[in-house]
């Protein structure tokens, strides 16, 4: 080995260009290998950008309810279609706040993302401005609950970065907006979590809220908890997604709130609501394991229940409990990426998920009008966007740099060793 070593150090120093020659396929390699362990990361970011870029570039401009290309369900239930517009910008938001929470840069991923964020910055503001186009359909129909607060989840992902500096009007503007939404009762479904977490948002930060929204979202919630890490959507069980919408990561954000304000809940001290937080996180982790189990060894997952427009909506709680560092011990980093990457590849390699302005298009796997629901138009399906939620972690977190493994199914079906499955015990 000595002599191996003696040989090539004679060859560098009697022959430079051999030298310069192996230090350059060094130097490659090297490249190589970074460029793999990053192309995971450029993938997601160069998708959320196509998705992001003509939602925030036009109402930036206010020209979004001029320029997007509506598409409504085929059963349309007849309300206002400006309802879409809200909902289109709501979702993105509330998917991609966490990334546009990191530093600037001079990569092109960073290049990208001060972009989103300068435009996301003046959408907000266009969005409460009466005056302006694109002003959204805060004070008609009862839709605007539900992408209120995903807005207000927006703000609350990405405090320092979307909602502090906004000016005082626009602050004034949104705090009224969110406060007028009380006119609406929202059915003892899902929906109570919209109305505890806009209250929750107005809480963090000291404007008047209304506890008793909050209070009675937690407590239907808790009632409609049946095992495993599933709740109900109301009182009868449906098997859809609606664990991965809005219940699980509205509910723990909710708790997080209350814990981080010491806000106590009525017979209920601060302890008993930490653990009510703590009980909530194991749901979600639990869930987050069924979610990864259901991505098949190609990338694909069942289509079941209804919302399945919302796309990559379904992957929300595996996505936060990334982005939170809170993965159970049971899904590796690199694992749940891997996964969430095939699924994604998988996706959107089918022609017809976007329209001709790359707006998204009805459909699941491209572009299938037929899929939709009564409530449903292309504005809803920036629901997708909640799977980016990892991208609020840096690019030199482990998550992305890890190496790439088989996900549970892969394993499964390959043959290799893979763990048992269980259900939680409460």
Not at 70 to 91: A, H, I, N, Q
Not at 177 to 191: A, G, K, S, V
Not at 221 to 227: F, H, P, T
Not at 379 to 397: I, K
């Amino acid at each position: 080995m000595k002599r191996i070593f003696l040989f090539l150090a004679i060859a560098v120093f009697a022959f430079p260009s051999y030298g310069r020659a192996n230090k350059a396929k060094i130097a490659n390699k090297a490249k190589i290998a970074e460029n793999q362990v990053n192309s995971d990361r450029s993938y997601w970011t160069t998708l959320a950008y196509k998705i992001a870029s003509p939602v925030l570039s036009n109402m930036s401009k206010g020209e979004l309810a001029q320029n997007m290309q509506l598409e409504l369900s085929p059963t349309w239930d007849g309300r206002d279609k400006r309802v879409s517009y809200m909902e289109c910008f709501g979702r993105l938001m509330d998917g991609i706040a966490p990334w546009l929470s990191l530093p600037d840069d001079n990569t092109e991923e960073g290049k990208q993302r001060k972009q989103l964020r300068e435009w996301a910055l003046q959408s907000y503001a266009n969005a409460v401005d009466p005056n302006n186009p694109d002003y959204l359909l805060w004070r008609n129909e009862g839709q605007p609950l539900v992408d209120a607060a995903y807005i207000a989840g927006s703000f609350l992902r990405a405090p320092k970065q979307l909602w502090e500096p906004l000016d005082t009007l626009t602050k004034q503007r949104y705090i009224a907006e969110f406060q007028q939404l009380r006119r609406i009762d929202p059915p003892y479904t899902n929906w109570l979590l919209f109305s505890a977490a806009i209250e929750t948002f107005l809480l963090s930060i000291d404007a008047n809220y209304d506890m008793y929204r909050i209070h009675s979202a937690i407590r239907k919630i808790e009632e409609w908890y049946v095992g495993d890490g599933w709740y109900s959507d109301g009182e009868r069980f449906a098997f859809d997604y609606y664990n991965s919408y809005v219940i699980q990561p509205m509910y723990v954000q909710t708790l997080e709130v209350l814990v981080e304000k010491k806000l106590l809940l009525r017979d209920k001290n601060l302890a008993v609501v930490q653990k009510n937080l703590e009980v909530a996180r194991k749901r979600m982790q639990r869930y987050g394991i069924i979610l990864e189990r259901l991505i098949s060894p190609e990338g694909s997952f069942p289509a079941f229940g209804r919302s399945m427009t919302y796309r990559l909506g379904v992957f929300q709680p595996l996505a936060l409990l990334a982005w939170k560092e809170q993965l159970p011990v049971e899904l590796p980093q690199a694992q749940v990426r891997a996964a969430l990457t095939a699924v994604m590849k998988r996706m959107f390699a089918v022609d017809g998920n976007f329209n001709a302005g790359n707006f998204l298009q009805l459909g699941f796997a491209g572009h299938q009008p037929t899929l939709a629901d009564w409530y449903t138009n292309n504005g809803s399906l920036y629901l997708t966007s909640e799977v980016f939620l990892p991208l609020g972690l840096p690019a030199n977190h482990s998550f992305w740099t890890s190496p790439a493994q088989d996900w549970t199914a892969k394993k499964a079906w390959s043959g290799a060793a893979f763990l048992k499955d269980h259900a939680i015990k409460e």
